[in-house]
């Protein structure tokens, strides 16, 4: 794994941040964590790497419910994005509404996960997360960035 590989994460609660930060220290992940508060910045954060040819995500955390452009948004941008709709992407809702979790499968999430509202359920859903996608599941090796 190269020092450049990063996790994104799409929070705009700092609380809900802060459990993210402490899973991934729990979880022993050597990825650096960015953070973006809504699905614009996501996107334009995105963006700026694709423009200077920089390392993309190895994973995407993305809260549906940000404010300005959502997760809802910055979702369907990404999988329908040759560049980025590889990035596994993991949705995080506080939301467990049925329109929800289809619109994002829809969208082709890689999963979606309900936020426990009480901390150390939270925290373990986090970890859980890290250990399956970082230490456990087969990625991309690299960003699919079209032929000029």
């Not at 979702?75 to 994005?81: A, D, E, V």
């Not at 939301?95 to 979790?101: F, I, L, Q, Y």
Request: aromatic share 4%; glycine share 4%; net charge negative.
């Amino acid at each position: 794994m190269s020092a450049a590989q990063s996790v994104m994460v799409v929070e705009d609660n700092d609380e809900d941040f802060e459990t993210v930060v402490e899973a991934a220290r729990r979880t022993g992940i050597p990825h650096r964590l960015h953070r973006a508060t809504s699905g614009g910045e996501c996107l334009g954060m995105l963006q700026a790497s694709v423009q200077s040819h920089s390392p993309l995500p190895a994973l995407l955390l993305l809260d549906l419910n940000t404010p300005g452009d959502d997760g809802r948004d910055a979702l369907r941008l990404i999988k329908t994005s040759s560049q980025l709709r590889a990035i596994p992407t993991v949705v995080l809702s506080t939301s467990a509404n049925p329109r929800d979790v289809d619109f994002c499968y829809a969208m082709h999430a890689n999963a979606y996960h309900t936020k426990p509202v009480s901390h150390p359920a939270h925290l373990k859903i986090m970890q859980d997360i890290f250990s399956y996608w970082l230490n456990c599941a087969l990625l991309p090796s690299g960003p699919l960035r079209e032929k000029p």
